[in-house]
């Protein structure tokens, strides 16, 4: 399992996003969190932008289509999609995400 | 060592987990935060809920007792108890981490 | 890559490690989110304080030097400064994220 995680420049698209996921079966949850403070490098100086976090629990299997969708969906052109692993897990829960992103 | 998360449908009962993880020494320390919004499916439609995040720094080791005492804890019958892997850590903090949860 | 973590006891150290990060080019980004509660054992009590989370993206060659940097700046003795691996990402992410911490 994965631990797929995007950033948004405003709440209702992380909203927008995280409903898709689950509505598409390409996540099993996701939680949204915010708003957070994104520190980076722009035109040469270091720039701060608020921005919300999507964190998406999924399968190694759907994770293509996954980026795909929030690519799609995401007002940045190079979004940042990430996935960190999933090494443990209790059981019942396992079988809940791959039943869930599976189902259709 | 381990990321140990797990969402909670309130405040308190994240505070409580937080405090018998390290109590038990299954957990060197917990992070609370939230409130976040929880998206998932039920009965066939996407639904929100607010949550609670507990993060826990623990060991390989200590992750079976830790699943055990959330899973004992928690108000859900499958409360979402997963980890990622911590592949770096400065030395001196996973020091202090292998010590907290294995000193009793 | 690495997704690199450490908590602070305010706001303004959380805001000063980010921004030294990316002006050094040790991380491509830096998240800073908070308020949350930490819950550890100090002298046999569980306690609890309210700290701030950064969360960098960077990479495997960078971590060393990121981890210096962060210890030089921290105000505690033995900082959490941990690290959990990005097994996938969107390869216009990836290309971002090695061009900003590879342009030095």
Redesign the interface.
């Known amino acids: 399992?994965?631990?797929?995680t995007t950033?948004t420049p405003d709440r209702a698209t992380a909203?927008a996003i995280?409903?898709a996921?689950?509505?598409k079966r390409l996540a099993?949850?996701?939680?949204?969190?915010?708003p957070?403070?994104?520190?980076?490098?722009w035109q040469g100086a270091?720039e701060t932008s608020e921005?919300w976090?999507c964190t998406a629990?999924t399968t190694?299997e759907r994770?293509h289509d996954l980026?795909a969708l929030v690519?799609e969906m995401h007002p940045y052109?190079?979004?940042?999609?990430?996935?960190?692993?999933?090494?443990?897990?209790?059981e019942?829960?396992e079988v809940?995400v791959r039943g869930?992103v599976s189902a259709e």
Chains 1, 2, 3 share one sequence.
């Open positions: 399992m994965l631990l797929a950033t909203d995280a409903s996921l689950v509505e099993a949850c996701v939680q949204v969190s915010g957070i403070t994104s520190v980076y490098r270091v921005e976090l629990k190694v994770w980026m690519q052109q190079t979004p940042e999609i990430i996935a960190t692993p999933i090494d443990q897990a209790s019942a829960y809940w869930e």
